[in-house]
């Protein structure tokens, strides 16, 4: 769920669409965001219309520190008890979501494609140690996430494409603190804009972009398969112009050819740990570094 | 930056904690073909959304102990939540079967404390 309309609505993928708004009726909505700056220029952002009762163009990270002071004023100390209490709630429920995920990370444990509970786990035994920043593909169920700059919301409205050029761009961000950054980098997101790898080695940014290669734009393929059997006809058909298979695409060959360290296509689950460990290596001595992993499709 | 729309929804995910209730072999749990269920799985679109070992993924894990076999017949005909409906036009009563038995065949997973990575 990325983006403002997405969090105050849900909407269902039927033949009649029906969305409803997950707000309380006299909820006054505020957004604060630069979004609100994208509508001229080289950089544009344009997506469904988002009612809010206030509309705050300001940037979000020097605007927040001063707003969490001036909330925590208002706090009486009757609030602050109920917080605590809920907090309380809060930390157990964590827990036990922590406890569910390691479990529901054992089926298919070790299936070929590789399930993205697996992914997720190599990859946080990896990271674990550093001062990351997830820099796209958010941050798995089973990783610890601690500080504000750890991850990063994806393209809005489930556009595809912005994936792995934003990646790039949030990684140079990230760079003049030392922080290790990582991408977990959808297949058909990588279909647009691959030249963003060139640019990424033209200007030596380090970044760690690990592959969710289901070998499709997975989403339209569900979405295909909701409308096939809708009207009960050719559910066979949903991958026609949705998978990107026959042939396979060879990512890190793509990579390579753009001038940075690659490995792939891994598809067995034993293979994968050490061959994030040499891609790291490569992101620590200052490269962006490419694992193309083939994975289960979601 | 956008470079492409591709849809203006946002799709809700089910998470796929859903409890399974192990299905015992009963009476009405037809014979099927595993190895065909496994094709048709794959063929008809399951692993989509429930993963190519019916893991669960957008959609519920399925398997090991998948649910009983009316219940489980019944919620492909006629899904009350975000699943689409396979009617018996495009999906067979011998095919469903068929996934059954493959659903059957998927073993129970060791437990996340003999998995080092799930284990700490």
Redesign the interface.
């Known amino acids: ?3 403002f ?2 969090t105050v609505n ?4 039927q033949l009649v ?1 029906s ?1 409803r708004a997950l707000t309380k009726k006299d909820a006054k909505l505020v957004s604060i965001s630069s979004n609100d700056l994208y509508l001229k220029s080289n ?6 219309y988002t009612e809010v009762d206030l509309a705050i163009a300001a940037d979000v990270e020097a605007t927040l520190p001063s707003l969490i002071e001036a909330s925590k004023r208002l706090v009486t100390a009757d609030r602050k008890r109920v917080f605590e209490e809920r907090g309380k709630k809060f930390a157990a429920a964590h827990a036990q979501a922590l406890e ?1 995920a ?8 070790d ?1 070929s ?1 590789i ?2 509970a697996r992914l997720s ?2 990859l ?2 990896v990271i674990k140690d550093k001062d990351w920043a997830s820099v796209g593909g958010g941050a798995g169920r ?1 990783w610890n996430v601690e500080k504000q700059y750890q991850t990063l919301l994806g ?8 994936g792995l ?2 990646s790039v761009g949030a990684a140079l961000a990230h760079r003049k603190y030392g922080r290790f950054c990582v991408s977990i980098q959808n297949d058909g997101d990588f279909m ?2 691959p030249g963003a790898i060139w640019t990424a080695a033209h200007h030596r940014i380090p970044l760690l972009s690990v592959m969710h290669n289901n070998r499709a ?7 295909i ?6 009207h ?2 050719g ?2 058909n ?1 991958g026609i112009g949705t998978k990107i298979e026959d042939p396979n695409v060879n990512y890190a060959m793509i990579a390579r050819g753009m001038g940075i360290y690659a490995e792939g296509p891994i598809t067995d689950p034993k293979d994968l740990g050490p061959a994030l460990r040499r891609a790291a290596d490569a992101v620590m001595r200052g490269e962006m570094a490419l694992v193309d992993v083939v994975t ?3 | 930056m956008r470079f492409i729309l591709s849809f203006l929804f946002v799709v809700t995910v089910i998470p796929a904690l859903k409890a399974q209730t192990p299905a015992p072999a009963t009476s009405t749990t037809p014979a099927g073909n595993a190895q065909n269920g496994k094709k048709i799985f794959s063929n008809y679109g399951c692993y989509q959304c429930h993963g190519f070992e019916a893991q669960g993924g957008a959609g519920a894990r399925l398997a090991p102990r998948p649910i009983a076999f009316t219940a489980f017949s019944k919620y492909v005909r006629q899904p009350t939540g975000e699943m689409p409906p396979y009617t018996s036009r495009v999906v067979s009563d011998k095919e469903l079967a068929d996934i059954y038995a493959f659903l059957q065949s998927i073993p129970q997973p060791p437990p996340a404390s003999s998995i080092p990575l799930l284990s700490k």
Do not use: C, K
């Open positions: 769920m990325a983006d309309w997405g849900n909407l269902r993928d669409r969305s950089y544009q952002d344009f997506q469904r569910q390691r479990t529901t990370a054992t089926y298919a444990w299936a494609p399930s993205t786990a190599e946080w035994e089973l393209g809005g409205a489930a556009g595809v494409g912005s050029p934003t647009y804009a734009y997975h989403q339209e393929v569900m979405h398969q909701r409308m096939s059997n809708r009960q006809r559910i066979t949903a289960q499709p979601r």
